[in-house]
Every structure is written in structure tokens, then in C-alpha cells.
């Protein structure tokens, strides 16, 4: 095993073990027997060593994430999704508030893998006219709660102890972000041609499910400027609050 590697391991250890997942550089250096300079040659300094202890420590739920091939309904992708982020967290809570600490200056580049895995299932609800905005915004919307509610059952285990929550919170923010029904399946679209059927809500979804076509689209007869010309207006569609 390399030093860096040894110092690694040792961090996660000991971040696992302590009462409020905070550990010192003299700590890490005297259970991996190395000193001081070697630790800074390899992580910089103590956030450093911090934040490659998170990259580590969620790498490997990533891992899974990575080797799955996306299922044929992306809204069960949803679930499982936010499912698998809290129990991640609860089996992992130093790490998890570490993760999530303000004092993180930098964020740990498993945290934006983790945002983008999440659009990407998003972009699949769209293309399927199953989201009522834009991935983007839906994907903030989602992993700011997903995060919250994971950050409030393991720090305030004593306050949070119905194990409905995290599902009840789920299942709120997924209604807000897909469009109503967007649990079942798609039902193939007939259109009856009649007027006066289409209200603002189905404006928003149509436009995020174009938008989300126009960019798996290999070709394009717009220019490059006509296509993020008419990719703002669909994003502008797909992101106004009406009400």
C-alpha cells in the first residue's frame, strides 16, 4: 500500500470513529506512522486530507451508481435514487456531515458526479414528457432536499425518528418537479385536435421534453447560435413559476 494510500485509510478510520468527525493532521499522522511533511506533500494541508477522505469514502457509493445500466422507468430511477442517497448517509454520518460541512470551501468532486448522475436521470424523465420543468432547476430542487433530510436523520437522530420521513418528503418534492400521474408509465399521446386542452403546466413539460430531445439530437438543421437561441426560450418555458 503507497503512503498516500495508507494516510487515506487511516483518515477514514478514525473520521468514522470520532464523536463529531473532526480529527487532526497529528492524530492521522501518528496512526499511519508517517509525518507531517509527507501528509502535506500528498493532500496539502488538513482540508485537503478532508476532502479526499469524503472523494474516498462516497466514491464507493458512487461505484454502483456507476456500473448500473438506467432502468426503462427513470421516476423509479427517481426513488431508488434519493433511497439509496439516505441510507448512504445513515450508515455513513461522520462522513455524510463532513460531506456537507460549510467549512468544505471546495466542493468534493463526488458531490458534483453525484449532481450530474441525478440530471441525467432527469434529462430521460423529460425526453418520456414527464417533468414539468427543466432537469436543472428539478435536480437542484431534489438534491437540496435529498441532502437536507439526510443531513437532519443523522445529525438530529433524536428529533427525526419516524422512518417515513425521508419517503414523505420524497414523494412530496417528486410531485413537485413531475408532472401529475409521471409515477405510472407514459401512456403513448393521442392527440384529439381539439382547442383549449393545454394549459400552462403542460407549455412547461412539452418545452423541458424538447429541449431535453433537441440535446440527445446528433443533428440539428439550426446553427449553433439558433440552437442556444432556442434553448434559453425553452428553458425560460420550462422554468417560469405560473401560479
Known amino acids: 500500500?503507497?503512503?498516500?494510500?495508507?494516510?487515506?485509510?487511516?483518515?477514514?478510520?478514525?473520521?468514522?470513529?470520532?464523536?463529531?468527525?473532526?480529527?487532526?493532521?497529528?492524530?492521522?499522522?501518528?496512526?499511519?506512522?508517517?509525518?507531517?511533511?509527507?501528509?502535506y506533500r500528498h493532500f496539502g494541508d488538513k482540508e485537503g486530507l478532508l476532502s479526499a477522505v469524503v472523494d474516498h469514502g462516497f466514491d464507493q457509493y458512487l461505484a454502483t451508481k456507476r456500473q448500473r445500466e438506467p432502468g426503462p422507468d427513470p421516476v423509479q430511477d427517481l426513488r431508488?435514487?434519493?433511497?439509496?442517497?439516505?441510507?448512504?448517509?445513515?450508515?455513513?454520518?461522520?462522513?455524510?456531515?463532513?460531506?456537507?460541512s460549510p467549512a468544505m470551501r471546495t466542493p468534493p468532486a463526488s458531490a458534483l458526479e453525484s449532481h450530474i448522475i441525478l440530471t441525467r436521470v432527469l434529462e430521460r424523465a423529460a425526453v418520456q414528457g414527464r417533468l414539468r420543468m427543466a432537469p436543472e432547476p428539478a435536480a437542484q430542487m431534489i438534491m437540496s432536499a435529498n441532502v437536507g433530510v439526510a443531513l437532519m436523520l443523522v445529525s438530529r437522530p433524536t428529533t427525526f425518528t419516524d422512518g417515513g420521513t425521508s419517503a414523505r418528503v420524497r414523494d412530496a418534492v417528486h410531485a413537485a418537479v413531475l408532472v401529475p400521474g409521471a409515477t405510472a408509465a407514459p401512456a403513448p399521446s393521442h392527440d384529439t385536435?381539439?382547442?383549449?386542452?393545454?394549459?400552462?403546466?403542460e407549455v412547461a413539460t412539452a418545452a423541458a421534453r424538447l429541449n431535453a430531445l433537441l440535446r440527445r439530437s446528433p443533428r440539428s438543421p439550426l446553427s449553433p447560435a439558433e440552437t442556444g437561441l432556442l434553448s434559453e426560450w425553452l428553458d425560460r418555458l420550462s422554468t417560469t413559476r405560473t401560479g
Not at 82 to 98: E, I, K, S, T
Open 1 to 39: 500500500m503507497s503512503t498516500r494510500a495508507r494516510i487515506l485509510e487511516v483518515a477514514a478510520g478514525l473520521v468514522a470513529r470520532s464523536p463529531d468527525g473532526d480529527i487532526s493532521t497529528r492524530a492521522v499522522c501518528e496512526a499511519a506512522q508517517v509525518g507531517a511533511p509527507a501528509l
Open 80 to 100: 431508488d435514487g434519493w433511497d439509496g442517497h439516505v441510507d448512504f448517509a445513515l450508515r455513513n454520518p461522520n462522513l455524510y456531515r463532513l460531506m456537507n
Open 193 to 201: 385536435g381539439e382547442a383549449g386542452g393545454t394549459d400552462e403546466a
